[in-house]
């Protein structure tokens, strides 16, 4: 079975700096994708960024970029100059049929 | 189209009644995911479909769930007998390509 484990349950960053969020997972395939979610409080789940498995270069989208190391099953997501809307629930998923989500790590952002 | 939508947002109810709750998805999306989330957990999956089939369920289903499509557009999530450890946030979400969609979630409170 796949696991997915987000070791920080809580992390906290001063606003405009960096941080990241860590996540290993646990599988024996070698095609699957991987995301990063948000979900601020009371709101609903949204993508971050996704990564699919066979490519070898870490995605990017604006702030967020992770970095991926398939052989050590990491997945680490970086949020640079960090801004108060990035306070959240962060949730790492792995997908290769159905979808596993990690418990979550909860960022606040100091101004 | 404005995204996932989900009906009831809350629900109370007691010990032993049955509930249900509905999913209206993204219009073109073909596939629907029903998820789990308790307090402080990543969502758990349940079960999916692809249009009207479902293919896919977790052992968490226990026998007093089920959940249909029957015209591959919306979905209903039918808890049975409900126990106060049914007590959650009850996700849906859509998908067409690798992206899924998450609706507002449902929570469901067993007295």
């Known amino acids: 079975a796949q696991t997915v484990t987000q070791s920080q349950p809580e992390m906290s960053v001063q606003e405009a700096e960096t941080v990241t969020l860590s996540c290993t997972y646990d599988?024996?395939?070698?095609?699957?994708?991987l995301f990063w979610y948000k979900q601020p409080p009371s709101r609903q789940m949204i993508l971050v960024i996704r990564?699919?498995?066979?490519?070898?270069q870490n995605a990017t989208e604006n702030r967020f970029s992770v970095n991926f190391q398939k052989a050590a099953k990491s997945f680490s997501l970086k949020i640079s100059d960090s801004q108060l809307g990035d306070a959240a629930m962060y949730f790492c998923?792995?997908?290769?049929?159905?979808?596993?989500f990690g418990a979550g790590t909860r960022l606040t952002v100091k101004p | 189209d404005t995204g996932v939508s989900q009906d009831p947002r809350h629900k109370i109810t007691k010990r032993g009644q049955n509930v249900t709750f509905r999913c209206d998805p993204i219009?073109?999306?073909?596939?629907l995911y029903w998820y789990r989330q308790t307090l402080g957990q990543g969502p758990e999956f349940l079960t999916y479909?692809?249009?009207?089939?479902?293919?896919?369920k977790s052992r968490l289903l226990s026998d007093r769930f089920s959940a249909e499509r029957p015209k591959g557009s919306f979905s209903t999530l039918e808890i049975q007998r409900t126990e106060q450890g049914d007590s959650a946030m009850y996700l849906c979400?859509?998908?067409?390509?690798?992206?899924?969609?998450f609706g507002p979630g449902t929570r469901l409170t067993v007295t």
């Open positions: 479909f692809q249009n009207e089939a479902q293919l896919e």
């Open positions: 990564q699919e498995a066979y490519k070898q």
């Open positions: 219009s073109e999306h073909n596939r």
């Open positions: 599988t024996s395939e070698s095609d699957y994708y």
């Open positions: 979400a859509s998908a067409e390509g690798y992206e899924q969609y």
């Open positions: 998923a792995y997908r290769r049929n159905d979808m596993r």
